[in-house]
Every structure is written in C-alpha cells, then in structure tokens.
C-alpha cells in the first residue's frame, strides 16, 4: 500500500533556537457533539479520563486532548492510530450525539518556543499574552487568512488545527512571518 | 554654498542628492532640515499655479515641500529622515507612480494593552511613565526619530536637563521593561471603534520589513498629541521663505540650522517672542517683531515691535526679499528687508485622533480653536492636545491622565508622580485671533497651500451659497489634499465665517478621517501580497495536478486542475480530447472540493425534508438522492447529492463554492428556528479526497482496483453506495454520474487521496479530465452549476426540475414562494440550450438575447443571456445555456445574439442536448 | 473594527462575524395561510432605525454560534447585558 501524505508532507520544518515550526501530521481527531449536561457527555468524559471542558476556550488533556470548540462541540485529540471514535462511542451508548472522524479534515501545525507568541501576532487578532492566553486555553479564531484552532501548550508552545486545503498558504504564510526573527537566508523567500 | 548650519554643531557627515545635486548633511536631519542648511529655499513647485515653494513647516504638518524619493511618491521633505545615497526630487504637487514592483516587505502586527499612550512628548511620556508603574500593560508610541514632542524644538529643559536629554533617558527607561512596549518612528493613524487604533511603523531600509502595521486594541487610550501652529492668510503668505514661527525655531534647535540671514516676525501671541529669542541667540537677526496686538505682552530683547500691525505684502519673486508691514486699521505701510518671515497665528490642539473616535469638539475661545469635549470612547487627552501650553501643565496633565486610565483599566495607583522640575514661564498674555489680513484682493491669501486654495476660491464659494465649511471643502477643495488640511483646516472654516460674519465655534470642522499621515497601499496590505494575497486551497492530488502541467481554474480559493494538455495541444483540443474519452472510454476528475457536510441525529431526515425542496425522509440507508435546497424566496441557493449512511445519518454534498454557507445555513436553522430538531450537522469536506471515474468503461477500472465489489448494474445500482477497497484503501464509492455517462465517485481519507488517484492512473486506461471538461460533459446533459446558470433569482422550475420540488412535503424552505404570482409568470426566464446556426460560432458567456435579426433603437428589449457555451464534440457543434424569457415556450424559434454589430442567429433547443433519454448511465 | 461580544467566546474582531440582519423575524407558523403580502414582509421587508436595533450574528471564524445583540446604528455601540446566546 502506497504512503499516506500529510497536508505539509513537503514542509521544511524551521527549528531554530526561539521558534520552532513543524507539522504534526495523522493524529486522530473526533468532532464531538454532545448536550454538555447530558449522561452521555459526563460517560465520554470518563471514558477519556477528565470531564470534557464546559468553560469556552479551555482544552483538558487526559487519555487525549479534548478542546472546546462550542458550547456542545469539542474536538478530541489522540495520537496517530488511537481509535477514539470506538471509545467514545462505546461511552455514549445510544444517547443522541454526533461522533464524526475528522482526522483529514485539518493538520496540526505545532508553533514553540520564546518568539511563538510574537510569530502569531502577525496574524491572530487574539490577546496571546500567557496571562490572558496561557497553557489549557485554546481558540476558533483567524490565522493570517484562515480559519484556525489555536490551543496554547505549556513552554510557548502552541498547536495550530487547520483545515488540509489551507495548510499550504498556512505554512507559507507561518515561514512569510518567521522570516522577522530568523537570520536572513534561513527561509528561502518566495 | 555656504553652510546655513550653526557653527559647532556635530554629527555625521550624510552624502545626498537633490534634483541631481549633492549636498551633504548631518546624521539627525531630515531632508528639510538638510535642505535649508544647503540654502535651498525652493524645493517644489505649487500643483495648479506652479508657483515656486519652499519649506514651511518642519514635520507632518509641512502643506509645501513635496519629493519624491526612488519609487516613493509624494513624501513630505520634512518627515524624510537623511540617510546616505538619499536621492530626492521635488514634485509640483504630484508624484510620479512606478510601473516597477515595490520589492520591500511590509508587515502587520496585533497587540493589545491596558493603555495606550499616543505621543513621548512631554505630556505622553509622563502619562506613560506613570501608568507603566502600576503594572498595566503600556504601549507608548511616538512619531519621531527621537522622543521629546515638542522639547527638542524648543531646547526647554526639564529636571535641570535638556528636554530632549530627559525624555530619551525616560523613554528608554519604559523600554525594555516587561509588559511595556515603545514604538518609535510610529505614527498612531487611525482611531476606530472600540479602541481599536492603527499605527505605522516606518522601520527604514535595512529592517526586514521596512514598514509594519500595529493593530492595537487598548482598553484605555491617552492622546498626547501635542499642537500645531496657525498660518495666516496674508497676500503673499505663500512665498519660499514664509515660514511657521515654531517650525524655524526647531530647525535652530533641533537641527542646528538657520533658515534665513534676516527674519521679520508676524504673530498674534506671545509664542513667537521665544521662537525670536532662540533664533537670535542662533544667529539670526531678527529685523522686527510685527503683533497683530496693540500692546506687546513682553519685551522683544532689544528688537523693534511693531505693535498693532500687521503684514500687508511679501516682496520677491522666488522667495522672501522683504516684507510690507502696515498698521491693522489701515494706514502706509512700511517695507522692510529680509529674506525670513516667521508666522505665529496662535496653537490648535491636535484633536484629529480624538474627533476620529467620536469624541465632539467644541471651540474655546481662549484658544482660539477647537478642543476635545466629551469622549465616545474610552480615551483621555493630555497636555497640548487638550490646549495646556506650559511645559509643566503639559507634565502635570499627562501624569493625571495616565494615573486616570491606570485606574480606569483596573490598575492601582500607589505613591505620587514627582513631576520634574521646569523652568518658570511667564503668564502668557492674551493672544488674538487673526485668521486673515483683509485686503482688496485675496487672489495670493493662500489658504491650503498644496490644493492652492485662496481665500478669493473660498469667498468664490461663499458667494455661490455654501455655507457649511463641508460643502466649501468639496467646492475649492482645500484640506483635500495629501496633508489633510492640518493647517488648511481649521483656517478654512475661519476664512468662511469670516465672509459669512459667522463665528468659528458656530461652523465648526470638517470630519477627520484616517490617515492622519498618508500610508502606502503596500503597507496596508502587508504580508498579504503576492502568492500571500489570498489563500490559495489545494486538494490532497494537488501535486499531480501540478506535475502534468494542468492549469488551474480559481473556484472561490480553490485551484482546481482545468484540463492537462499534452504537447502540443491548445485548451480547445485538450478539452475535446478529454471529452471524448469520458464518452467513449474512461476518464478522472478529483472532485475532492465538493463540499461534504455529515448530518447526523435522530432528527436527521425530518432536517433534511425541510432543507430540501424534495423528499429526503423517504431515501433509504444504502441509497443516494439529488437534492435542491432554496431560499425562502423560493430561488435556487445550492444543490448536490445526498446520501444516506443510517436512518440517523446522511452525508450531504455541497457545491465546491457553497461548501461553507451550507452549513452556515444548515446550523442557522437549527440554531434559530428548529432548535428543537435532535441533528448534529459537521464539515467533513477536508476529510475526504475524492475521485470521480467516468465513462464507459469505468466499471471495468473499478472492477479491477476493487476486486471485492460486484460492480454489475444490478449489484450496485445508479444512486446507490457501498463502502469497500479500492486500491488497498478503505473507501466509499457512490454510483452517481454527472456527465450522463457510467460513473463512480470514490471517497478516501484525503491521506490516501494521492495514492488512490495514482492506482487509478496506474491502470494506463484513464484519461485524466479538469474542470473545463466536466462543464462541457454536464451542460451536454443540461444540468445546471449553481452560481453560473443561476443568479439568486431562478426557481427550480426555472430550471425545469419542477420533480425536484415535493407536492407532498406540508412545508420547506420555499415553498411558499412558489405559490406567489411572481414565481409562475410566463415570462419568466427558463434555462434552455441554444445551437448557433454557425456550429463553429462560440457565444461568449454572458451575451444577450434578442428577438430581431436588426437591432431596434435602444432601449433594446432583451429576452436573457447566455450562462454557458462550449464547443461539444459529440453534439459536432457549439451549444450554449441560457435563460430566456418564456424560454420552455420558444422551442425551436430562432433568437439573436448581438455581437459587435452583428446579429449572430442562434435556435432555442431543450437544455438537455445530449441523451435525453438517459440511456448511457448504466454503461 | 468592532469588537463584538460573543456569549461563548468572549470580545472578539468583526471580522469573525457575519452578520444575521434584524432579530426576531420568526418564520412564520403556517406560511401556507399567510397573504402574498404579508409572506412578502416576513421576506423582504426590515427595520433600520437609526439608534437602538436589535439584531442577529454569527460568530462563524469561532464556534459557529448564533446571537442576537443589541448595537446602536448612530454610534456602533453594543450595549452590556443585551446579548443572549
């Protein structure tokens, strides 16, 4: 069977010492839709090992990552090849919920270290600041031009989920804006 | 030449070139300031009487001094700071646009503050000093080079240091501190809703990017803004020469640099006796001192004042030779030698910032000009910007205000600023307001000059009715051009309540409005340029598409691959190539931009029926649907295929451009109106990578990728899907067919999409086919694309799919609609297909229809337009699709197409011009 | 650029927003035993007061909720406490 392609499969990751950029391709993600007060929801929860977050903008990290996304949607995070769709149906049983693979429907581009926080500034309208946007917050905002999913990570690390068709000017975009921070010559301009 | 610089002042040598000549300056100066120490007075000519200019002011204010720098147009020579190999010339009026590409980067930054602080004058600079103290996040951002506001012009000192001395060392205690950002060289433009203000950050030629936006949403603003000194309008105010009293005393003490030998000094107010007093100490002589006032408030030090007077005439064609001063009430006037004239008409608060944010103005009449009153937004003003004129009220005010919006953002405020020492000032007198020297002709009363405005163009308008200073703007222009009106302004409204014998405070201002300093285009685009201008989609076959050399359609953001020509081959012949092999063998297409929305939920099917003009409830698990959806309005918004996976689950298709405003649509329904409805509706358009086979031989090239799927007809059926291998990859294929032809869709994770498409490749027996190529095939079958043969005001039965809209369903989005009298007029524009009796004539898309083989007198009665036309291989003809008025009705008439004076004849056929009877889908 | 207050996501930019026109424009109960006039102004006709307007967004950059606000058309203001999700 041929290899599977990433959306940033052809991305020349940058890692310099204060910024660090690189895909993290074929993690499993699962759209959840589920009443936050409902049996189901507080069954998923235990069986993702943390109650799915009901504070807006927060994301809970246990047997996956779980990121609020809307007031009865989250989208869970597990590694490449954890079958959470199974788990997370089994939870629910045959209560009313939408459980959707979306594992292709957006990459993972993971943003670290000190500049991170200065390197999205170019384009998320959002306060990064750590106090305001710190570890366990995460946002549906916009990136440059696209529609993204930003959760921040503890050392400056942040994860962007965007959509697979967006991914391409994303990257381009990302290295456009890493260009002010990194030696002239590290990325190729375009 | 010699040198106009005070001796001993240091600095840099800097080379540069004007108009072709060079001339050296000082690291510090700008092209102004290097200018005049050049002794170059006339550095532009005035735009619409070319009248020779010089340089009247020294930062953004400056209305003459017009270059242009490299591919730069129109910058002002007073805000250009000198550096090495600068090459300038002067324009009249308007620069010259590049047709070559501006290779500097620029870009954009967000951020976000408790406080703002807009200026690092005295004023900005205590206000950001003490907000900073109390822990609040604190932007302060100045305009300048160096910081000081006003200080370095005026060489005041403050805590017994020079002024300029105290506000960098103060500036650079702010910078560097956590949570504090200064920004320099930033010009704060605009002044939006919500605290929402725009800056520019000119970062100069070796930074990465030469110039960024800031974005800055603060909670609490502090304008610092400072002041700008008043013109007058006198005959011959104009002249290289003439200059702001203010401005000649900072190119004495900011830049060391005597504009003049000889100076005549023309003021309303007791500013310009300081200007007079530094410039004297320069080395300039001050010939006499002419006050609009009939006593003077202060001694002149020694320089004749002539009080009661003012300046009737300026003499010298290229530039001031001597200044005519007469008495206020008339009487002979005087002639007095200089090469200098320094005008002082007073100080107006710089209120554009606060105005732009909504605040209201109102006039003092102290000042003679217009203050901040009450705010909109949450924004204090501070020190000269708010008409405080001494250096410690300027200190004092700025500390109250950042202390105010410290606490007014939620920060506490401990201990007491110690405002630094200043030099005692005496009481200033009471100025007066002269806004313009009357006189018999006001052909030479400048009022803008860069529009060159007079005050006869003012009265002009005065005279021809107008009576708001807005309509007057729009009439002569002034305050129009490229500075804005800072100095015209407000002189403006004077000059026209001066003809109206209205006071100032009555008329007004015109609006502010961002800019408050002219921006670059480049600037405001930022990164967003070139490859970088819009997001660019791409599928996951993006790469072969690439590799064979396809050139790609735009469909909204997506590329989508339009047809892969081999060598040699133009794009008609690609097309008919590809279509041939669809009708006779088998062809590809990635369809993976269709959008894909998974609708799930007990509720599901009840959604979809009202959704839907036809019935969804009904379609069973296995099976595959067309679907319309409309507007209330009963018009086509978007259609495609619905499938269903259970009886609480569908996958809905989407057109590739309406993917988004489906679910947009589907959740507003949902949200607002059915909330009720147990349905969970999610974009999967990303997920899936999927692969239309088409033709006649499709079924063979599925066969073999997929050896365990009975693919015969009765197996899998037209609209039916089955979940399967193809390739080795998990996939879903749905039979359904949008070229007529046998066909399949392949779904795959989009992972997988490259590899399924190169298995289907690697059978060596299909014909890869683009976009183009699929809109022959389709508009053969007369199926209609949604955006192209619709506009918003088609009904399905426009379309002639009156089976698609349900008699049974009680109600669905629409349906009410289609019982109004509008939606079954009989001339309503239907979709039929047209043959050109010429088959080889293609009809350009979007051409009109007419009834008549000559073209009557306009207005010409048009019957509809064109939406597509293509050239078809198996109909051997052109054919086109167009919507025509009561077009089911005119089947087989003969219409017109008007095309460059000729009357093209074309016949009206049913929209469906290939296999009407559907005989080709099962192969 | 306003700053709009999402129920769920907090103070965001304008432009994660589309706009949803005025609020409380219910689609009617039966729209079968509506007049041809009065389904006509449940279509196409809306308030635009200068002043007070009480209208429909969708904060659709963010989490794709629909609410209705509160904005003053004069002055752009949207007033604390009348938004609801």
Redesign the interface.
């Known amino acids: ?7 940033l499969a ?1 991305f020349t990751p940058v890692s310099a010492d204060d910024l660090r950029i690189a895909e993290i391709p ?1 993690l499993t993600q699962i ?1 959840l ?1 589920v009443d936050p007060k409902s049996r189901a929801a507080a069954d998923i929860g235990v069986a993702l090992g943390a109650p799915l977050p009901t504070e ?2 927060t994301c809970t990290s246990a047997d996956a990552d779980v990121l609020w ?3 009865d ?1 989250w989208l869970v995070v597990g590694a490449r090849g954890h079958d959470l769709e199974a788990t997370i149906r089994a939870a629910a049983g045959t209560a ?11 990459t993972v581009v993971a943003v670290d270290g000190p500049r991170s926080r200065d390197l999205l ?7 990064l ?1 750590p106090r ?1 946007f710190g570890p366990g917050r995460c ?4 990136l ?4 993204v999913v930003l959760a921040a990570r503890e050392d400056d690390g942040f994860r962007v989920f965007v ?4 991914a ?3 990257a ?2 990302l290295l ?2 890493a ?2 921070y990194l030696p ?1 010559g590290t990325v190729t301009s ?1 | 030449m010699t040198s106009r610089r005070m001796t001993g002042w240091q600095g840099e040598t800097v080379r540069f070139r004007f108009d072709g000549r060079d001339y050296e300056g000082v690291r510090g100066d700008t092209l102004a300031s290097a200018l005049l120490a050049n002794g170059v007075r006339t550095v532009a000519a005035s735009p619409a009487l070319g009248r020779p200019r010089g340089i009247y002011a020294a930062w953004t204010e400056e209305p003459n001094a017009l270059v242009q720098v490299a591919a730069e147009p129109m910058l002002q020579a007073t805000t250009v700071e000198l550096r090495d190999g600068l090459d300038a010339h002067g324009l009249s009026g308007r620069g010259r646009l590049t047709d070559e590409t501006d290779t500097a980067r620029y ?6 503050c408790d406080v703002l602080v807009v200026g690092a004058g005295p004023a900005g600079l205590a206000a950001a000093t003490v907000a900073a103290e109390t822990g609040a ?1 604190v932007i302060i951002a100045d305009d300048r080079p160096i910081a000081g506001g006003s200080l370095p012009d005026t060489a005041e000192t403050v805590g017994g240091v020079a002024g300029a001395e105290w506000a960098a060392a103060t500036l650079d205690a702010l910078d560097g501190r956590p949570d504090i950002r200064v920004l320099r060289r930033t010009s704060v433009f605009g002044y939006y809703d919500d605290n929402y203000l725009v800056a520019v950050e000119r970062r100069g030629e070796h930074a ?2 030469r110039e960024r936006v800031w ?1 800055i ?1 603060a909670r609490r603003v502090v304008l610092a803004t400072g002041a700008h000194e008043r013109p007058i309008a006198f005959a011959g105010n104009d002249r290289p020469g003439v200059m702001l009293a203010g401005s000649a005393r900072a190119y004495a003490n900011r830049h060391g640099v005597l504009p003049g030998d000889r100076a005549v000094v023309f003021t309303t107010n007791d500013s310009a006796y300081a200007a007079a007093r530094d410039l004297a100490a320069a080395g300039v002589e001050i010939a006499a001192i002419v006050d609009t006032r009939a006593t003077p408030s202060r001694g002149g030090d020694g320089v004749e004042i002539l009080t009661g007077h003012v300046v009737t005439a300026v003499g010298g064609d290229d530039g001031v030779s001597s200044v005519t001063v007469s008495p206020s009430d008339g009487g002979a006037g005087r002639e007095i030698e200089a090469d200098l004239l320094l005008v002082s008409g007073g100080w107006s608060p710089l209120v554009h910032l606060f105005s732009q944010s909504g605040g209201d103005l109102r006039h003092d009449d102290g000042i003679g000009s217009f203050v901040p009153a009450s705010a909109r937004q949450a924004v204090e003003v501070a020190g000269a910007a708010r008409g405080v004129f001494t250096l410690a009220g300027c200190l004092e005010d700025g500390a109250a205000a950042g202390a105010r919006a410290a606490e007014a953002a939620g920060f506490r405020v401990e201990g007491t600023f110690e405002v630094p020492r200043t030099p005692d000032e005496d009481p200033a007198a009471p100025a007066e307001h002269l806004w313009l020297v009357p006189g018999a002709d006001y052909s030479t009363h400048f009022v803008d000059l860069q529009r060159d405005v007079t005050v006869a163009d003012v009265m002009r308008a005065t005279g021809a009715g107008l009576r708001s200073v807005e309509h007057v703007k729009r009439y002569t222009t002034a305050g129009t051009a490229h500075d804005q009106g800072k100095l015209s302004g407000v002189l403006t409204s004077a000059v026209v309540g001066h003809a109206l014998g209205l006071p100032l405070g009555d008329l007004g201002t015109t609006t502010f409005r961002a800019p408050y300093v002219p921006v670059g285009f480049a600037t405001l685009a930022g ?2 340029r ?3 201008h ?7 076959l ?2 072969w598409h690439v590799a064979y050399g396809a050139p790609f359609e735009n469909v909204g953001q ?1 590329k989508r691959p339009w047809y892969y020509p081999r060598a040699g081959e133009d794009m008609e012949t690609a097309v008919l190539r590809e279509c041939g092999a669809v009708r006779e063998s088998v062809g590809a297409m990635d369809a993976s ?1 269709l959008g894909k929305i ?1 609708v ?3 509720d599901a099917a009840e959604f979809l029926d009202r959704i839907y003009t036809n019935m969804m409830s009904t379609l069973k698990v296995g099976a595959i649907r067309y679907g319309v959806m409309c507007r209330p309005d009963g018009m086509v918004f978007d259609d495609g295929t619905v499938i269903r996976l259970a009886d609480d689950r569908f996958l809905v298709t989407t057109t590739t451009g309406n993917a988004a405003a489906v679910l947009d649509w589907m959740e507003e329904w949902l949200q607002t109106e059915w909330p009720g409805l ?1 349905v ?9 990578a999927t692969v239309a086979l088409a033709g006649p031989g499709s079924r063979d090239v599925l066969a073999g990728l997929a050896p365990g799927l009975a693919v015969d007809a009765a197996s899998f059926p037209f609209m039916t899907w089955r979940d399967t291998e193809v390739a ?2 998990a996939a879903r294929v749905c039979r359904i067919s949008f070229s007529g032809e046998l066909a399949y869709e392949i779904n795959v ?7 399924l498409w ?2 289907v490749m690697g059978t060596g027996v299909v014909t890869p086919y683009g976009t183009e190529t699929m809109h022959v095939l389709r508009a053969e079958k007369g199926y209609p694309i949604v955006g192209q043969d619709t506009d918003g005001t088609v009904t399905p039965a426009d379309l002639g799919m009156d089976w698609v809209v349900s008699k049974k369903k009680p109600d669905f989005i629409g349906k009410r609609s289609f019982a109004r009298a509008d939606t079954s007029r009989p001339d309503r524009k239907h979709l039929v297909g047209l043959l050109p009796a010429d088959p080889g004539r293609l009809l350009p898309e979007g051409a009109h229809l007419v009834e008549t083989s000559t073209l009557p007198e306009p207005p010409v009665p048009t019957l509809g337009h064109v939406t597509s036309s293509y050239r078809s291989a198996v109909l051997g003809s052109t054919f086109a699709l167009a919507l025509v008025s009561g077009g089911r009705d005119r089947m087989g008439e003969v219409l017109y197409v008007p095309l460059g004076g000729e009357q093209v004849p074309v016949t009206v056929t049913s929209h469906i011009l290939y296999d009407p009877e559907g005989a080709r889908r099962d192969g | 650029m306003l700053l709009i207050p999402c129920p ?3 103070p ?2 304008e ?2 927003f589309h706009y949803g026109g005025q609020a409380h424009v219910a689609y009617p109960e039966n729209p079968a035993a509506l007049s041809d006039e009065e389904w006509a102004r449940y279509l196409f006709f809306r308030d635009n007061p200068k002043g007070r307007f009480a209208e429909r967004w969708n904060h659709t ?5 629909w609410f209705n606000a509160v904005r003053n058309t004069a002055t752009n203001e949207i007033e604390a406490g009348e938004v609801t ?1």
Do not use: K
């Open positions: 069977m041929a290899e599977r392609l990433s959306p052809r074929f759209n839709r807006p903008g996304m809307g007031p949607e009313h919920v939408g459980i959707t693979d979306v594992s292709a429907q957006r500034a170019h384009g998320c309208a959002l306060d600041h305001v946002a549906q905002t916009m440059a031009r696209a529609q959509r697979s068709s967006f391409g000017y994303l381009d975009w456009d804006a260009a002010e002239e375009r | 870009d954009a930054v967000h951020a976000h996040r990465h990017s974005r949403r990164r967003h070139g490859a970088l819009d997001p660019v989609r791409t599928t996951s993006h790469e997506w931009t998974d799930q939920g007990p147990r969970y509706c999610t974009s999967v358009t990303e997920h899936w080795g990859l994770n989009a992972w997988d999409g490259l590899a190169e298995a | 769920w996501c907090g965001r930019d432009a994660e950059a963010g989490c794709r909720r999700a």
